[in-house]
């Protein structure tokens, strides 16, 4: 079970009659339930934007999508095996994201006056954070001004002593100053420097909260690509979920090819699925960050066509070390399978296609045929909960190429469940109740 973690924010919720509400919470601001109801009573409507969908820039979507899963799963296996890791501050790595490997942004505003910025939104991260004005030190280019806290009436700096501060694995007390700086790392040896504070963020019209704790970053590395910051939605005190202390999230992503609509994401009660959605329970993580940022599943096996994959339930278990397992990523395209069970898969969706496989190398894929192929029914059986992946979520199309391939990838070390085999499906994050949530739908049309 998940504890959500105990949020103290005062969210105010612009209509006439929530004001009421904002009233009281600012007479209350200790009162921890007050907050929590709001947010869980009101809800929250937002949009993620394929990332593709605002960088073709002429390259190949599945090229470039593969491209991204490669990257991201290369920084998540490096972030969860320190050994492997580019060596950075002692005690390492806390996150896996490279801004160039994720795949969705949300638009959000900072401060007062609000500063409108587009950041990625990742499920496998905990810290909200952008590059800072503050001044910065080393910016990347990024594609809205940089945000300058001495522009906002809003801003505050959180002391090193705050609980907050200590969530993080690498802070320490700016000298003089006793605020909190921190530096919080990701697997491919990009990082955020810089100060933790508290702002002011607007989560769409009419939805202000106040105090949210995040990085002023001054000091960065790593490509912004089209976000101007990042919104972490791990499991860890510092995630947006996290501070918000809503019970429950979810999205639902539209099509794959499918550039131009955008993907609801719901927090707190407007997240609902109806009565035929299935659940499957949240796996603990034996181990501390990354790790124990991560939406983490049981796996029990796959199904292809009407044949159950040869192979051991233990490919996907998590370890007590930490080892293996698998995780739901909003940020990872394809779902990455361990080998064991990737080779198996390929072999059993190759032996259903009968066609013979065409060179696959420019598209980043393992396994393609000329378009259009008949694909298999495939089953993930989670604990306690079957899912059937909608044939699009099988394998991906190049058009212009004229093939189709099979959406996975293959990784060693640990299981990753992609935004592909994630699209056309209602998702649901019940942090109340562990579980994972899921059913069948028309994305566009929530
Ligand atoms: C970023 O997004 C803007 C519009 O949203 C677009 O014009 C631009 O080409 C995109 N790509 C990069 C790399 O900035
Ligand atoms: C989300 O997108 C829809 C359709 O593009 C738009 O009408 C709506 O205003 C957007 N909502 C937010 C919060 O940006």
Known sequence: MIKPFVPSLPISISTPMASEQYLLLCLVLSSLSLSVSTIQSRGIRLNLTHIVARDLGGIDPVRLAAD???RRLDALLAAVTPAAATPTRSDGVESALHASSASYLVDVAIGKPPLRLAAIFDT????????CDAPCRRCVPQPTPLYAPARSTTYGELPCGAALCRALSWSRCSPGLGSCAYYYSYGDGSFSDGVLATETFSLGPGATVHGVAFGCSS??????????GLVGMGRGPLSLASQLGITRFSYCLTSFNDKTTVSPLFLGSSASLSPAAKSTPFVPSPTGPPRSS???????GITVGDIRLPVDPAVFELTPSGHGGLFIDSGMTFTALEERAFVALAREVAAHVALPPVSSKRLGLTLCFAAPVDVPRLVFHFDGADMELPRRSVVVEDRRAGVACLGFVKARGMSVFGSMQQQNMHIMYDLERGVLSFEPANCGEL
């Open 124 to 131: 496998g991260s905990d810290l909200i954070w952008t590059q």
């Open 219 to 228: 000091n960065n590395r790593g490509a912004m690509d089209n976000s101007s």
């Open 68 to 70: 991204r899963t490669h």
């Open 294 to 300: 991560y939406h983490h599943l049981s796996l029990r």
